[in-house]
């Protein structure tokens, strides 16, 4: 399994079922997203959308990076 690829809000149901939903890697790539768009606003990124895309993805695998430090 890859560092991001555990689940980041994984929950159980009554019947044990294992509902994984997204993995940690795209939910920090999600946030990185969320907080650069709240600080440079949608239109100052719509014409680099695949270079912020990539930027985000970089982000999060260094966010897993450093949280592997401290386990």
């Not at 920090?28 to 997203?33: G, I, T």
Request: with cysteine; proline share 3%.
């Amino acid at each position: 399994m890859s560092k991001g690829n555990s689940p980041a809000f994984p929950c159980q149901d009554s019947k044990k079922n294992v509902y994984t939903g997204m993995n940690l890697r795209d939910y920090f790539a999600l946030e990185a997203m969320h907080a650069l768009l709240t600080k440079e606003g949608f239109d100052g990124i719509k014409n680099e959308a695949q270079y912020k895309a990539e930027e985000w993805y970089q982000i999060a695998d260094a966010m897993l990076d450093e949280r592997l430090k401290y386990k």
